[in-house]
């Protein structure tokens, strides 16, 4: 229920998903052997000899692959039907053949015999169960450690912090890090998110922009509306539904009217009270958490954004059918001020179109317009629907890029996102009159991007976005426009035989 918190049982650390770890991408198979030397640098920067450290390291990678063996695909990881799993604590612990033992769970959660959880991924923590044994006890402890580690492992010591340098240096084949000083603005940015948020908001997000955004939001909102209407393949049913969830969508925008920490104390210690950088980091987090934990049976606060303000980013959030456009992403190159209203429509308008078609894609449209799970659509039409997903999936399964097939059921959620976007910008472009060339270089500059072999095999593996080059060329070469506009033909590397459409 979209008026109740939940809390989530995180399912276990897999290192990479299933999808990276038995890729047969050879720059992927490279990275899972980098991994393992870097668990091995972990562990002798905690003191074991070499043949611990290297025996710790082949313990913990037999265990991460069994798990994510075990895990659910990216794929499915987006599918509300498979990850909303309820269970009491007792239920999970069953589950888990006593991995996570519901007395654990009240002692130090302090969670209800009644309460539920939803588990994630089922077969995962299943997985985790079957290394239950006496057997794998000292195996399993090893992996504990090195995750504990894993997760800290920029703030603990230099030691650890180089192995990770390292390790991020050849597996994502850079030739310099970020430095030092910057690495740590960025740890305390995050863990110190929304106070950082606000002083971000004070300093460099001017105002106006809420309303200036708030009118794209309107203009592009009421284009999605009447394409909805015109939906020639949707029944008047179903599309009173969708009408409904869109009118409905709440809209959020730059930073938040309450900061989430007025409502808990933070105590951090200044160096001159003996105050260590860990300890500090360490004591923010779990405030944060107590906090959430403490509240978890509050009603829904609608005032509290999951996402601190000052994240270059945007999304769809199913569960309460909200856009959400952060400070963040509200300058240059996403929205400009200064730009013209054809350039602003190509970047940012794209930007919140997609957003919104995030509500009606295979994902969000299991939800309705409350953000609860219900199936608001008439057999025909979801069927229909279902067909026309396959259709983007196997447009996009026939793109490439540097040789590497783009995998179109893995990034479908996004897909046609991009697509819907484009699609309704171009309808906008058009019915203001826009000069659409500017609309569409704008949106191409966007994802202009370089990247190494290595991102790129890691971003198509574990990825639910295509690349940058064709998140950019395949919704554009699906437009009708796009191609009338630059005159392309049959063999030009812009035309496809297929033009998907859905919304
Ligand atoms: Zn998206």
Not at 352 to 359: G, N, W
Not at 413 to 437: M, P, R
Not at 456 to 484: G, M
Request: hydrophobic residues 35%; proline residues 4%; glycine residues 4%.
């Amino acid at each position: 229920m979209s008026s109740k918190e939940g809390t989530y049982q995180i399912p276990a650390d897999t290192g990479f998903s299933k999808e990276v770890w038995f890729s047969d991408d050879p720059s992927n198979q490279n990275r899972t052997e980098y991994f393992t030397e870097y668990l091995k640098q972990l562990c002798l920067a905690s003191g074991y000899s070499e043949e611990e450290a290297a025996k710790a390291a082949e313990q913990t990678i037999r265990i991460m692959k069994l798990l994510a063996e075990n895990s659910l695909s990216l794929e499915d990881s987006m599918n509300p039907e498979l990850i909303y799993n309820f269970y009491t604590p007792a239920e999970l612990e069953e589950l888990s053949s006593k991995a996570i033992p519901a007395r654990m769970l009240q002692e130090i959660f302090e969670l209800e015999t009644d309460e539920t959880l939803v588990v994630i991924d089922v077969k995962l923590t299943e997985a985790l169960g079957s290394l239950m044994t006496e057997e794998q006890l000292p195996a399993l402890k090893e992996y504990v450690k090195l995750c504990a580690i894993r997760d800290n492992v920029l703030y603990i010591d230099m030691e650890s912090y180089k192995a990770a340098m390292d390790y991020q240096l050849k597996a994502m084949g850079l030739e310099e890090n970020m430095p030092f000083e910057e690495q740590v603005v960025e740890i305390v940015q995050y863990v110190l998110g929304f106070q950082c948020g606000r002083l971000y908001c004070w300093q460099y997000f001017p105002e106006v922009t809420i309303g200036e955004v708030g009118e794209i939001v309107k203009l592009v909102t009421e284009a999605f509306g009447k394409r909805i209407s015109e939906l020639d393949w949707m029944s008047e049913e179903t599309k009173a539904e969708a009408e409904k969830k869109l009118e409905t969508m709440t809209v959020r925008i730059g930073y938040p009217d309450n900061w989430p920490q007025d409502r808990y104390e933070l105590m951090l210690a200044a160096p001159e009270e003996g105050g260590i950088y860990v300890d500090n980091i360490l004591a923010a987090a779990r405030a944060s958490m107590e906090y959430t934990m403490e509240t978890r049976h509050d009603p829904v606060d609608k005032t509290l954004w999951p996402d601190t303000p000052q994240t270059v980013n945007a999304y769809y959030m199913p569960q309460d059918n909200s856009i959400n456009l952060l400070a963040g992403i509200l300058m240059p190159p996403f929205y400009d001020p200064e730009a013209s209203e054809e350039e602003n429509l190509g970047s940012i308008g794209t930007v919140i179109a997609h957003e919104i078609t995030h509500a009606f894609d295979t994902s969000g449209s299991q939800f309705d317009e409350n953000g609860n799970l219900r199936d608001w659509w008439t057999p025909e039409d979801k069927a229909q629907f279902q067909r026309l997903a396959e259709e983007v999936a196997d447009y996009y399964d026939a793109m490439e890029i540097d040789g590497r097939k783009v995998n179109g059921s893995q990034t479908v959620t996004e897909n046609i996102a991009d697509l819907g976007a484009v699609a309704c910008i171009t309808q906008i472009a058009a019915e203001k009159g826009y000069d659409l060339k500017s609309v569409y270089e704008a949106y191409a500059n966007l994802w202009a991007s370089k990247c190494r072999e290595e991102y790129l095999a890691d971003q198509i593996a574990a990825d639910v976005h295509a690349p940058e080059k064709i998140r950019t060329n395949a919704p554009l070469s699906a437009q009708q426009d796009f191609r009338d506009l630059y005159g392309i033909t049959n063999g030009d590397g812009m035309y496809h035989e297929m033009m998907p459409k859905i919304w």
